[in-house]
């Protein structure tokens, strides 16, 4: 399937698409749609990979040396195509906003009258750190006209965490706990992503949420997941006024 349309109802000019690890030209163990240039991939491979997920894009696309943080960038800056940062938002027709992920969070965004997109890359460390929070911001507009997507992510039953990753969650926002499930294994956590993106745009007043709730990792044959395999491909999730 490689590219996919995502089902939500946003406005018309509003274009995203996200994709899976299937019918690319990557080989094993990137196999086969694999769009990270980092992760040792054949260049070639991850080029044809990359120039078909951009097919019918506007030409500026704004992929990103992500690095959990809590930086976004202006993805109609020619300057900021791989800048360090895990979020990129834009205002303009002919800029394409981009994530990769295998396992963390990516999120996609848009204001109701479509005038401005963002999308950002969402691991524990930047949802504890503000990265959506940030994103939001830089939107420039009242969360309660933005509506947001999230993808395909580690599930609530397979995202195991320490105590330290809980304990500084809890110290954020108290509400944080109900996101948590204690796991057999002692003193660790079963860390639900998706609630916990959801308590923190809430906590903003962006109530206006659409997912894919797929786990990464518990679906082998359709997506990569760096917690089951270490050596991966990457996904991406990618949103662009039209």
Request: glycine share 6%; charged share 20%.
């Amino acid at each position: 399937m490689a590219k996919l349309l995502i089902d939500w109802p946003s406005p018309k000019n509003v274009k995203a698409v996200y994709s899976d690890r299937l019918a690319g030209a990557s080989l094993a163990p990137y196999d086969s749609y694999n769009l990270g240039d980092h992760v040792g991939d054949d260049a070639s491979a991850v080029q044809t990979n990359r120039q078909h997920f951009q097919q019918g894009m506007p030409q500026q696309v704004c992929w990103l040396k992500q690095i959990h943080s809590t930086r976004v960038v202006d993805a109609s800056e020619p300057s900021m195509r791989f800048a360090e940062a895990d979020a990129s938002v834009a205002k303009q027709e002919h800029a394409v906003c981009v994530v990769m992920t295998a396992d963390c969070l990516p999120v996609l965004f848009c204001d109701k009258q479509g005038t401005v997109v963002a999308a950002a890359h969402a691991g524990w460390r930047g949802l504890l750190d503000g990265v959506l929070e940030n994103t939001v911001a830089a939107m420039n507009i009242a969360p309660s006209e933005i509506m947001a997507w999230f993808g395909p992510a580690i599930g609530p039953d397979a995202f195991e965490v320490g105590a330290e990753v809980y304990q500084q969650f809890v110290a954020k926002d108290s509400k944080s706990a109900s996101a948590f499930t204690a796991s057999a294994n002692s003193g660790k956590y079963y860390a639900d992503i998706h609630q916990l993106a959801k308590q923190r745009l809430s906590a903003l007043g962006l109530n206006d949420v659409y997912a894919d709730a797929s786990c990464t990792l518990n679906n082998a044959s359709r997506f990569f997941s760096y917690r089951r395999d270490g050596q991966t491909g990457r996904m991406a999730a990618a949103i662009w006024l039209s």
